[in-house]
């Protein structure tokens, strides 16, 4: 009895001695390997790789990259970075994506190619068109606090006439007609627009700073 009681003993001591050097667990799990200088902080079912997480730094980057600088980002060599931009730029021409890696002022940069460039200047336009002047945004703001409110209104508060750049911020999507006031000779009153929501990051009007808010401290 006490030679079975004392072979007990040591299988249990055996087998806590395995459990702390690693060697069984009763529940056990094996580590997923990695790749060597890629920082797991991923979603679980995406693998970053080497070569995609220089893809992720060249699109989020706006300058030119050199390879050096890449490979510090990375954790690699700048062979290997090489190599890398060589391997994604074979996928975007096989996938024929819009898109390359270039080799811009000494590093590498993410660009569109040429054929689209048509495309792009109209992006551009658009863009350089939805700018406000201090007048228009000043406009703006008080449709944006007083509306519905005509135009007599606006000019009397900003001292100007306020016709053209009311017009122009219709033309922009950001202002619109809701009406005509009840008073003499009916005038048209204005608001903003949905557009004029998203543009500036709003859910509704509600979220609009308070007056109190924009005013300056003593």
Do not use: C
């Not at 667990?25 to 920082?39: A, H, M, Y």
């Not at 994604?88 to 660009?111: C, H, P, T, V, W």
């Amino acid at each position: 009895m006490t030679d079975e009681h004392d072979e007990v003993l040591e299988i249990e001591e055996m087998t806590a001695d395995e459990k702390e050097t690693g060697l069984i667990g009763d529940d056990e799990q094996v580590e997923p390997s990695v790749e060597p200088g890629i920082e797991q902080d991923v979603e679980p079912d995406i693998e970053a790789t080497t070569e995609s997480v220089v893809e992720a730094v060249l699109f989020a980057s706006d300058e030119a990259l050199t390879a050096a600088r890449l490979a510090d980002i990375v954790g690699t060599g700048v062979k290997q970075i090489r190599e890398h931009v060589r391997t994604l730029n074979d996928k975007y021409k096989a996938n024929s994506n819009a898109f390359r890696i270039e080799q811009i002022a000494g590093g590498y940069q993410m660009l569109t190619l040429s054929p689209y460039n048509h495309w792009l200047k109209k992006l551009l336009r658009v863009r350089e068109d939805s700018k406000l002047s201090p007048a228009a945004l000043e406009t703006l703001a008080i449709i944006a606090y007083k509306q519905p409110v005509i135009r007599a209104d606006i000019e009397a508060i900003r001292g100007v006439a306020a016709g053209e750049i009311i017009r122009n911020l219709m033309y922009k999507g950001l202002v619109k007609i809701v009406g005509r006031a009840e008073v003499l000779g009916r005038p048209m009153l204005y608001g903003t627009t949905k557009r004029f929501l998203e543009t500036f990051g709003l859910n509704s009007l509600k979220d609009l700073p308070k007056i109190e808010e924009l005013k300056k401290p003593d």
